[in-house]
């Protein structure tokens, strides 16, 4: 079982409000390294300067959204393996398909409980300790 | 939606509702909330969180985005936060707090603020000019007669 404290995040959403939200969450699950950017873009340009373990993005952002950071992400030699949960809108239900299509490895609809984020993260990580 | 005569209008208790434009995109919406952001700890189904502003505002701010708005032309009118029924805490106070913080962390500036105090307040919101206008009135809603009137899913219609 993965310990939450060794994996590495990174959160985009253009909302610092939601960031920060996300963020505390996080915390409250026991990870320790949580960066957060509040565009798509500058995330890139982070995880490619340094690695995480796991990015969780919003879909709906001005200039890049989520959809177009998964798929650069997915295209990068280096960090394409890295695990994308997608946070989506209740009515955003192609997103779900382009995303499956592109490789995401899970995805939480918004407005969503703390609880279902863990679930979701437990889903690919296996249970956190 | 570009129609300059609509009007939006709400009554407001304890609950906010934040009047968001902008000018340039004439593009606005009203979005009215009962609670502010839950904590972390809060076991809520996701029809619960419909009610919290934090939700709420990023609901009204992506449908406006996707009509044409741009985040950094938003404007803001603030309404509501009443503490009107004596024994229930400052839950008024609170949403307005909620509200005020809100708005400052994302740099939306506020124009028109009308909050407090103990009396319920009628709003109603021109978005495509992004004015409007405040007045107080007898009697708030129930909060269960806002849960009510809130739609099953998180749609929302914009002018």
Redesign the interface.
């Known amino acids: 079982m993965p310990a939450a404290a060794a994996i590495r995040v990174m959160v985009v959403d253009d909302q610092a409000s939601m960031r920060a939200m996300i963020r505390r969450a996080l915390q409250d699950l026991g990870f320790k390294d949580v960066r957060d950017r509040g565009s798509a873009s500058e995330a890139l340009t982070d995880v490619r300067n340094e690695r995480v373990h796991l990015i969780i993005s919003d879909y709906n952002m001005p200039d890049m959204d989520g959809l177009q950071l998964l798929e650069e992400v997915r295209k990068d030699p280096v960090i394409g393996k890295t695990v994308f949960i997608m946070l989506t809108g209740s009515s955003d239900r192609d997103l779900v398909q382009k995303a499956a299509a592109l490789g995401v490895n899970n995805y939480v609809v918004k407005p969503f409980a703390p609880a279902a984020l863990k679930e979701k993260i437990e889903r690919v990580f296996g249970a956190l300790t | 939606m570009d129609e300059p005569d609509v009007v939006v209008s709400t009554v407001l208790g304890s609950c906010i509702s934040v009047c968001l434009f902008d000018n340039e995109a004439r593009v606005g919406g009203m979005n009215h909330f009962l609670l502010g952001?839950?904590s972390?700890?809060?076991?809520?189904?996701?029809q619960d969180?419909?009610r919290?502003g934090?939700?709420a505002?990023?609901?009204l701010?992506?449908g406006m985005?996707?009509r044409g708005a741009?985040?950094n032309r938003l404007r803001a009118h603030l309404y509501g936060g009443a503490n009107i029924v004596a024994g229930l805490g400052r839950i008024g106070s609170q949403n307005a707090d909620f509200a005020r913080r809100?708005l400052e962390?994302?740099g939306i500036i506020l124009g028109h603020v009308d909050v407090g105090g103990k009396h319920a307040r009628r709003v109603e919101f021109l978005p495509f000019e992004g004015k409007s206008r405040c007045k107080t009135v007898a009697h708030a809603p129930t909060s269960e007669t806002v849960l009510k009137a809130l739609p099953p899913?998180?749609?929302l219609e914009l002018f």
Request: zero cysteines.
């Open positions: 952001e839950p972390v700890s809060q076991a809520l189904l996701p969180l419909q919290y934090l939700h505002m990023e609901i701010i992506n985005m996707k741009s985040r809100f962390t994302e899913t998180a749609e």
